[in-house]
């Protein structure tokens, strides 16, 4: 999979914004989760925050920011979204979404909303 997915709290990502996963949540729960590491940061100052990588079942390094509300994996793999990135969704109770709307659950991908 080569382009962005998502994890919100929004029906649709973009409005990750109005309907957020706070930063300091985010920041919580990666720093407790082990399949997750900082390995650098993002942003200058006090804007700055931590980037995250993930080794997907494949072999391939994803990464994982927080940015407006939502968490964006960004990256190339090639096995399935949910069941790469499913538990954070459901431990952050949020939503798994792609770049084109589409939904990873555990009942398989569903069509875009809109």
């Known amino acids: 999979m080569g382009y962005d997915l998502h994890i919100s709290r929004a029906e649709e990502y973009y409005d990750s914004d109005a309907h ?21 940061w993002l942003g200058r100052d006090e804007e700055r925050q931590p980037l995250y990588e993930h080794t997907c079942a494949d072999g391939s390094v994803v ?3 927080w940015f407006e509300g939502a968490i964006e994996i960004k990256g190339r793999f090639g096995g399935d ?3 790469e990135f499913g538990a954070i969704a459901e431990d952050l109770q949020a939503n798994l979404q792609g770049d084109h709307g589409e939904r ?3 009942r398989g991908v569903l069509p875009p909303t809109r």
């Not at 957020?20 to 650098?40: C, K």
């Open 20 to 40: 957020p996963i706070p930063l300091d949540e985010w920041l919580s729960y990666a720093e407790g989760t082990p399949t997750l590491r900082a390995v650098g």
């Open 63 to 65: 990464s994982l920011t």
């Open 81 to 83: 979204a949910y069941r």
């Open 104 to 106: 990873y659950t555990a």
